[in-house]
């Protein structure tokens, strides 16, 4: 593993487009949980949340950037996770939300409706910290909320600005991820790769 401290900002300007909610009107569902290179990283964060909500006895869970419902659906039925609920503003998604049985909401959470988000116990950010304009604002916000205790979140771990998606405005390597949750105040408490992806629990 590459132990360098890296981030990267892959866009201009003060708002890529790709976290608006403009450029996902029109995406596909994304079946993550389906998709073999995927579904790794969500049963390592699905584990995660079990295992602290289970240390304290039950936990509630709101997952910001909840996709179609894949990582919801793989908690619905633990007796630990006391309430799971997401949010999304990708059009497409909501299908899944139905067809999975999962408690999802269409909304901009990282925007206008920040404000009317309910947050869990745990908050879940996969897959969602690499789209935002800010993410190192996003976490300081979230540990803000009294509720909140955990943060379980992923992302790419090998992206580069020669080599990444292009829906990402960001990339980290291992330790690079690290910093950035550490620098909004956050605790580190587990931290592993599932294939292509860096996975964390952390703590205030």
């Known amino acids: 593993m590459d132990t360098r401290v890296a981030e990267y900002r892959l866009f201009e300007g003060d708002v890529p487009y790709v976290s608006t909610a ?15 290179f995927h579904r790794p990283r969500l049963e390592a964060a699905a584990a995660f949340v079990r295992e602290t909500a289970a240390t304290h006895g039950g936990a509630t869970v709101s997952d910001l950037g909840c996709g179609d ?27 899944g939300w139905e067809e999975r049985g999962v408690k999802a909401y269409a ?3 990282f925007g206008r409706d920040w404000e009317q988000t ?18 190192h604002g996003v976490l300081r916000n979230v540990i803000a909320q009294k509720s909140v205790s955990y943060l379980v979140c992923s992302s790419p771990w090998n992206e580069t600005p020669n080599g990444h998606s292009p829906e990402h405005a960001w990339a980290w390597d291992f ?5 950035m949750i550490q620098g909004a105040g956050w605790e580190i ?15 205030k």
């Open 22 to 36: 403009e450029f996902h009107a029109d995406r596909e569902r994304a079946p993550h949980l389906e998709q073999g």
């Open 69 to 95: 419902g894949g990582l919801l659906s793989l908690l619905k039925e633990d007796p630990v996770v006391l309430a799971a609920w997401g949010y999304d503003f990708c059009p497409a998604n909501a299908a």
């Open 107 to 109: 909304g901009d959470v």
């Open 118 to 135: 309910v947050f869990g116990d745990i908050v879940v950010m996969t897959e969602t910290l690499e789209h935002l304009a800010d993410p």
């Open 175 to 179: 330790e690079g991820y690290a910093a």
């Open 189 to 203: 408490v587990r931290h592993e790769q599932a294939g292509l992806f860096q996975v964390v629990l952390a703590k």
